[in-house]
């Protein structure tokens, strides 16, 4: 095959390994004899395809030094093809754990709880183009599902997810260094959610609540549930190993004041102080055995095949300053979660309410 046809499949395989990382910045390419023999062709075949590389900028050829890869591969080059690239790679270990006999189901929802952990570690930049939502607070396992649809469904915006916890997330409003904030934080004097704390964190500004959905909380436990656990007053148990979430979280503050209000010493838990910063993270502790109860949503739960007692139903908003309310961001943001398909979604996650998905209560 001596046609355009076979050179061009010589540059398509070279730049995917170039684009992907294979083939390292500043490392040379394989002798043209050498890559004669690979692909079965002449010696000119390869030279316009090194060519056709050199003329697209990934490499650079000296007479006696042979053909390199350039040190620094070109923004308008890099992106798209480092897509094409990542796809690629993605469709082989699709093909890979499917032919194992994992459903697409099981692959996607564990795609998320991979991103969550990676989020985790993740922070929100100050300054972003105006097509990008800096969020910051609150994890939720619905937010990878809400940020991967609302960027298919809005090509040109997308969402920035970094879990701080909610105190977190007001606390990066309040610094200027989001533009939304996940919230769930119970305030136990007046039995209301975020509204107390907004005001404490945010005061005299204007804001808008945009419920994400209700969801249900509670002991996450092994499957089977072996020590018979049902209650806050089971982890003070002989053998039971806590893991927790960290200070700051909403989840934290309603456990402690649950505490509080059973009188139940938290130096009496074991592992109270092994704080988890996701839902996940507490999910996955358990399932490997770090742990044997948990506190968390009944989707981490679920995303791991694991047993869950639940405690209490919380409302989680988006909380979103009433200067970034009319960014177009937002008004596609708030226009997709009101949709049916999204609601539809979110409950198929198991464990929300979306009844009130969508609806906004202002606080002034």
């Not at 010696?43 to 003329?55: D, K, N, P, S, V």
């Not at 989840?251 to 938290?266: F, G, H, M, Y």
């Amino acid at each position: 095959m001596e046609s355009s046809h076979l050179y061009q499949q010589i540059v398509s395989s070279i730049r995917d390994d170039i684009l992907s990382g294979v083939i390292k910045p500043g490392a040379s390419l394989p002798p043209m004899r050498k890559m004669t023999e690979q692909w079965g062709c002449t010696t000119g075949t390869i030279m316009r395809a090194y060519q056709e590389l050199a003329h697209q900028g990934l490499v650079v050829s000296h007479v006696g030094k042979g053909t390199k890869v350039v040190e620094q591969i070109p923004e308008q080059t890099q992106n798209p093809m480092r897509r094409a690239a990542l796809f690629n790679r993605m469709e082989a270990f699709l093909l890979e754990i499917m032919t194992a006999g994992y459903s697409p189901d099981e692959v996607e929802q564990s795609l998320r709880v991979a991103l969550d952990r990676w989020r985790t570690f993740s922070s929100a930049p100050e300054e972003t183009p105006p097509n990008i939502l800096r969020f910051v607070g609150s994890h939720d396992p619905s937010l990878a599902l809400i940020a991967s649809q609302y960027h298919e469904n809005n090509p040109k915006l997308s969402l920035h997810l970094s879990f701080t916890g909610s105190l977190g997330g007001l606390i990066a409003l309040a610094e200027k260094k989001a533009d939304l904030a996940g919230c769930h934080l119970w305030d136990e004097n007046t039995d209301t959610y975020n509204e107390p704390f907004i005001r404490k964190l945010l005061p005299g500004q204007k804001v808008a609540m945009l419920t994400l959905a209700h969801r249900r909380v509670g002991l996450i436990l092994p499957e089977g549930n072996p020590l018979g656990i049902k209650s806050l007053k089971d982890l003070t148990k002989s053998g039971v190993h806590f893991a927790n979430r960290q200070q700051g979280s909403g989840t934290r503050v309603w456990l402690d004041a649950q505490l509080r209000s059973l009188k139940i010493n938290p130096s009496s838990i074991s592992g109270y102080d092994e704080e988890k910063m996701t839902h996940s993270e507490v999910a996955r502790a358990i399932s490997k055995g770090q742990a044997n109860a948990g506190i968390g949503v009944e989707t981490a739960a679920m995303s791991f095949g694991l047993d869950f007692k639940p405690l209490t139903t919380e409302r989680y908003d988006l909380i979103i300053p009433s200067e970034k309310w009319e960014n177009e961001s937002v008004q596609a943001l708030k226009k997709w979660l009101s949709a049916k398909q999204t609601k539809s979604a979110i409950n198929n996650l198991g464990g929300y309410d979306t009844s009130q998905t969508g609806a906004v209560t202002w606080v002034a």
